[in-house]
């Protein structure tokens, strides 16, 4: 039986800390798939992950940017995108064929509905036969009930808040 855990908060290391478990259970043999939900443009941890054996990534094909500027048809391309990302890895979960599944930027998506909620809600509230990962701000309730870990991660201070920009190799 696996676990469901959570990485959520306002702060920066959500992702980073989902990909350091992925990083550990690969180097104990264990097959991780990866889902980047929202993310579709050039992030430097793809470039470490590729190098992983048991590791695998896979987003959509391109970044679709803030939700609040997409038009309906992006809207559209990009659920369809999640939607096909998640019966993916649903389906290798299912299959034993990973032995975790991280959904990296879930909670957005799922709290946009840019992703077939009930679909997520079966799959995710159900008995898990593998570690299953999910990270983003505000995590659904009903997520945080059936979590079996749940890390938040606060931001105390950020360079952000002074103007700086997103550097390559620490936010992206």
Known sequence: MGYLHIYCGDGKGKTTAALGLAIRAAGAGKRVFII????????????????????????????????????????QEITACHNRLLEKGFGLVKEKKTDMLIIDEFCAAYN???????????????????????????????????????????????????????RRGIEY
């Open 36 to 75: 980047q939900l929202m993310k579709g443009g050039e992030t430097s941890e793809l470039n470490s992950l590729k190098k992983i054996e048991n590791i695998t990534v896979e987003r959509c094909d391109r970044a679709y940017g803030f939700t609040d500027k997409m038009t309906e048809a992006e809207r």
């Open 112 to 166: 946009y509905g840019l992703m077939d909620t009930a679909l997520a809600e079966s799959f995710l509230l159900g008995e898990l036969p593998a570690e299953v990962v999910i990270t983003g701000r505000d995590p659904a309730e009903i997520f945080v009930a059936a979590a079996d870990y749940i890390s938040e991660i606060k931001c105390i201070k950020h360079p952000f808040d002074r103007g700086v920009v997103a």
